[in-house]
């Protein structure tokens, strides 16, 4: 289970593998546009962060395939299941690109939510590996009602050590649930690497325990991760049940706009696997097959630039909200006394809000 | 009680097809208290469904249901099981209306039969309702009696928000009530029409002299305490049944406060940030005048819950609510 997937080559060592089955050209730029948008958002936002635009932002600078491969194999009824390394993963569903800005502006409610049903986008999940069970539920859900749908959950190599891993690849496990347990091995949860979260060789082995199927892919590698995928949501999706795809990379960049690497590891480490990048990487694959071209390359880094623009003067165009933001989304039904109580407590032009 | 929950569960499931019931043990054998019997013949096993061994992963995966649209109701085997999935409720089912503008709230009934009395073993009879209360997102509620039971459960299930339904165990089998079988509200138009079952105390004896407010099993033990004060002294005391441990029935409290002059407060879980503290400060704030003495506790001690050969030394008791509601009328 050591071996791992990949498909596009670095232009040099490691040679291209065979143009993968099903994939036209326009599909091939739809997956790079993707990438461009996701590294666009990510430079952006991290940007915005160091002008105090915006809060702490965990960066996935480098991951970009890991996220664009699996989703581009995934139906619109199929559910995704964010960790916050995915915190803009819900644009490439239609998700305005202001939203998760808001969210790391530090606004809530309407600004910086989402309805997880209008894109079948769950909220991200902050603490580590304890969406796994929704992920699961939800399929199983589906699949006990009938419907052909799947969820496709991420997390990093540090969740695997969390007992909500174990349990949600249990029930998924023993409920048949059509579910992908997409695990971005980066190799670094903060300072701590992976040989700290596990005594196996791979993440993918422990799928074994559980009585389901597990493949490595090189996670720099959107096609890869698209295969993979596409494998893993046949079988799910004709009651095979779920697949563990491990998507070995590294951590490229620190764990967020707070951290400083270079306290923990061998940053000369990291210089060497920048080399196999995914955005560099599938431009230069992409040429290599005729498909992608200078004119090509330069509107969709256009594209992804006019969206981040306008996506930042969204967020800049909101002003702060008013306290009452803090008790209405609390409950689904009517606002219990205690919160009126503490509402009515500010002063009535406050709770109007404004810069 | 038992039978009052069952009915509850058989009448939702029979009219709304979104719910299901999960846990361990709830299908074969009908769970451990035989709350669910007879539930897995009449729907089929994907909606009474028995789950491996792993309380997060029952929560998580209810509230992934309920994301999907269904309405689970998970059991707890017993109070002290739930921590594992402590993290899932405080963390997720909470907070999921607020992640999604109000939109998508985790609408999961987690059942916990809860509290001593019933000699079980150790880590068996803890009575967990406050840190739940104290956990913004979430209803935490409690009936005393069969009807209640019922009527709540049913609530609970209908209700968009996630409730934390505490089942005191001690008083599952304990009498018997007769009530219209027939559900109190229409199933399949229950919106808003729920809140008030989940909302409101009950005065289940009235009463001018002194408000005796408990929930759960201990809401016999007052009644018996109140028989006794009016036979003893010649008090006339009011029996508050909280229902709904959050929120609050704020107004219910007040008067009864106001109208008795004194107050007593009865549960069994620890008394340190326990609901007792809460009630009696809320009265305190809104009717510190009409008082006649400070409001009382009656209550477990900030101690482990005991080996079974000592817990009724742990419990409130009829005579050491007496003692209280004593204490209280001779300030």
Known sequence: MTDILAIIGDGDEIPDGPRPQGLSDKALLRIFSWLVLLRTFDERAVALQRQGRIGTYPMFWGEEATQAGPLFACDESDWLWPSYRQSAIGILRGLPASTPLLYRRGIGGAHGFWNPRTYRVAPICIPIGTHLPHAVGLAWAARMRGESLASLVWFGDGATSEGDFHEAMNFAAVFKAPVIFFCVNNQWAISTPVSRQTATETIAEKAVAYGMPAVRVDGFDPLACWSATRQALDRARTGGGPFLIEAYCYRLAPHGTADDPSRYRDEAEARRWRALEPVGRTAAYLRRLGVLDDEREEAARLEASEIMARAVEDMEAVERPGPAILFEPVYGSAMPWTLSEGLSSFPAEWVAGGA | ?331
Request: contains cysteine; negative net charge.
């Open chain 2, 1 to 331: 009680m038992v039978e009052g929950l069952n009915l509850a569960l058989d009448q939702a499931m029979a009219a709304d097809d979104r719910v299901l019931v999960m846990g361990e043990d709830v299908a074969r054998t009908g769970g451990v208290f035989r709350v669910t019997a007879g539930l897995l013949d009449k729907y089929g096993d994907d909606r009474v469904i028995d789950t491996p061994l792993a309380e997060a992963g029952i929560v998580g995966t209810a509230i992934g249901m309920a994301v999907y649209g269904l309405l689970p109701v998970i059991e707890i085997q017993f109070d002290t099981f739930v921590y594992p999935g402590f993290e899932q409720i405080v963390v997720h089912a909470a907070r999921y209306a607020w992640r999604t503008r109000g939109e998508v709230p985790a609408s999961i009934v987690v059942r916990i039969p809860f509290g001593g009395g019933v000699r079980a073993p150790e880590l068996h009879s803890d009575s967990p309702e406050a840190l739940f209360a104290h956990v913004p997102g979430l209803k935490v509620v409690c009936p005393s009696t069969p009807e209640d039971a019922r009527d709540m459960l049913l609530a609970a299930i209908e209700h968009p928000d996630p409730v934390i339904f505490m089942e005191p165990k001690r008083i599952y089998r304990a009498g018997r009530q007769d009530f219209p079988e027939e559900p109190p509200f229409d199933i399949s138009s229950a919106d808003g029409v729920t809140t008030d079952y989940l909302s409101k105390a009950r005065i289940a004896r009235s009463g001018h002299d002194l408000a005796l407010i408990s929930y759960g099993a201990t809401v016999p033990a007052c009644m018996e305490a109140a028989e006794r004060l009016s036979s003893e002294r010649g008090v006339d005391a009011r029996v508050v049944d909280l229902r709904s441990l959050y929120p609050l029935d704020v107004d219910t409290l007040v008067d009864a406060a106001t109208a008795c002059g004194r107050a007593v407060v009865v549960h069994e879980a620890p008394r340190t940030a326990g609901l007792g503290a809460e009630v009696s400060s809320l009265i305190h704030e809104r009717a510190m005048l009409d008082l006649e003495a400070p409001v009382g506790r009656v209550t477990g001690f900030d101690v482990p819950f005991p080996q079974f050969i000592n817990e009724d030394d742990y419990i409130p008791s009829v005579d050491r609510i007496l003692a209280g509601c004593n204490k209280v009328l001779d300030w």
